[in-house]
């Protein structure tokens, strides 16, 4: 059962592969879209742009839920960047991944998904801290 609770507690979401492989961690859920650039400390993980509503927030082996990217596209690299100095998110999941979170994620190997079936933001679909497997071969995430 696909967009559906199924026996188990299990939540599948079917949407888009942007970026392969398969990873799981703790959902970290912003309403706002993310400028790595300037907004994401790299050598720490750390969100240090004050106007977003997860400021503060370490997002490191976290699976980063937000609406999509914004601003320059050296966010890419800095994507890179905090992957190299393992700070990087386990996986995102996005509404729409554009460019700068497409190319930072396949240059730094971590798994995307966008266009789920059912939005992963509004609501109480997700909450922070659930467990969330993404697979970006396959184009879907699972909720636990």
Same mark, same amino acid.
């Given at each position: 059962?696909?967009?559906?609770?199924?026996?188990?507690?299990?939540?599948?979401?079917?949407?888009?592969?942007?970026?392969?492989?398969?990873?799981?961690?703790?959902?970290?859920?912003?309403?706002?879209?993310?400028?790595?650039?300037?907004?994401?400390?790299?050598?720490?993980?750390?969100?240090?742009?004050?106007?977003?509503? $997860? =400021?503060?927030?370490?997002? /490191?082996?976290?699976?980063?839920?937000?609406?999509?990217?914004?601003?320059?596209?050296?966010?890419? #690299?800095?994507? =890179?960047?905090?992957k190299q100095h393992?700070?990087?998110? /386990?996986?995102?999941?996005?509404?729409?991944?554009?460019? $700068?979170?497409?190319?930072?994620? $396949?240059?730094?190997?971590?798994?995307?998904?966008?266009?789920?079936?059912?939005?992963?933001?509004?609501?109480?679909?997700?909450?922070?801290?659930?467990?969330?497997?993404?697979?970006?071969?396959?184009? #879907? $995430?699972?909720? =636990?």
């Open positions: 059962m696909t967009g559906e609770e199924p026996q188990g507690g299990v939540l599948k979401l079917q949407g888009r592969s942007i970026s392969r492989g398969i990873a799981s961690g703790k959902a970290l859920i912003s309403q706002h879209r993310i400028s790595f650039l300037g907004g994401v400390d790299p050598l720490t993980g750390i969100i240090v742009d004050q106007s977003v509503d $997860i =400021y503060g927030t370490c997002i /490191a082996n976290r699976v980063l839920i937000f609406p999509g990217g914004k601003g320059s596209t050296v966010g890419s #690299y800095v994507i =890179y960047q905090l393992g700070k990087a998110p /386990a996986a995102m999941v996005t509404r729409s991944a554009g460019t $700068i979170v497409a190319a930072g994620a $396949i240059i730094a190997e971590i798994p995307v998904v966008d266009s789920l079936e059912r939005d992963p933001i509004e609501g109480d679909l997700i909450t922070d801290g659930k467990e969330v497997l993404v697979n970006g071969d396959e184009g #879907y $995430i699972e909720v =636990y």
